[in-house]
T-cell receptor, first 116, second 114 residues
């Protein structure tokens, strides 16, 4: 079973639409971290957010918002009023304690295409 | 502040050869992690070095190895290359340990094994 599931492989939206990228994770740990990274066509991954397992507050940063729900093991990412520059592959990642250090496992990614 | 740099950007090798990739982290960052990215397997963690010590290793064969120098620069070596090693190899650096902190990624080295 995958530790991080991003069920949406590809999504296309028209500019200005809202879009939600789903992320479901699996862990037995009580302490862990969740991340979202963006990989634009240029290739370099860019950090978006980190959340630890004890902080279930939702976060908003401009047009971006994240909904963390431990009850459903989900950490979904919403882009409001999408723009063409949002076109990228978005990765969700889980960090768990393994052999004394936290180790990241990435989901397969969701490719978002925003059409003008 | 300069970002994470990786050299070379592109490499073409043949099966059986070995290769060394280099990564220079952001100044002051002590952690360097390596990832392999392929269309089929996605992003997979290779290993992390922190203050010259390997902290973590992913599920890769012993042909994949690395090291970190006292200036935090890191190298990754792959011996006896196989076709399946063709991938984008990404290096990332962070102030603290990778699994707990924001990582800054380099542009990657595209390795093609013929």
């Amino acid at each position: 079973a995958q530790k991080v599931t991003q069920a949406q492989t590809e999504i296309s939206v028209v500019e200005k639409e809202d879009v939600t990228l789903d992320c479901v994770y699996e862990t037995r740990d009580t302490t862990y971290y969740l991340f979202w990274y963006k990989q634009p066509p240029s290739g370099e991954l860019v950090f978006l957010i980190r959340r630890n397992s004890f902080d279930e507050q939702n976060e908003i940063s401009g047009r971006y918002s994240w909904n963390f729900q431990k009850s459903t093991s989900s950490f979904n990412f919403t882009i409001t009023a999408s723009q063409v520059v949002d076109s990228a592959v978005y990765f969700c990642a889980l960090s768990e304690l393994l052999a004394g250090s936290y180790q990241l496992t990435f989901g397969k990614g969701t490719k978002l295409s925003v059409i003008p | 502040k300069a970002g994470v740099t990786q050299t070379p950007r592109y490499l073409i090798k043949t099966r059986g050869q070995q290769v060394t990739l280099s990564c220079s982290p952001i100044s002051g960052h002590r952690s360097v992690s390596w990832y392999q990215q392929t269309p089929g397997q996605g992003l997979q963690f290779l290993f992390e070095y922190f203050s010259e010590t390997q902290r973590n290793k992913g599920n890769f064969p012993g042909r994949f190895s690395g090291r970190q120098f006292s200036n935090s620069r890191s190298e990754m070596n792959v011996s006896t290359l196989e076709l399946g090693d063709s991938a984008l190899y990404l290096c990332a650096s962070s102030l603290g340990l990778a699994g707990e902190n924001e990582q800054f990624f380099g542009p990657g080295t595209r390795l093609t094994v013929l």
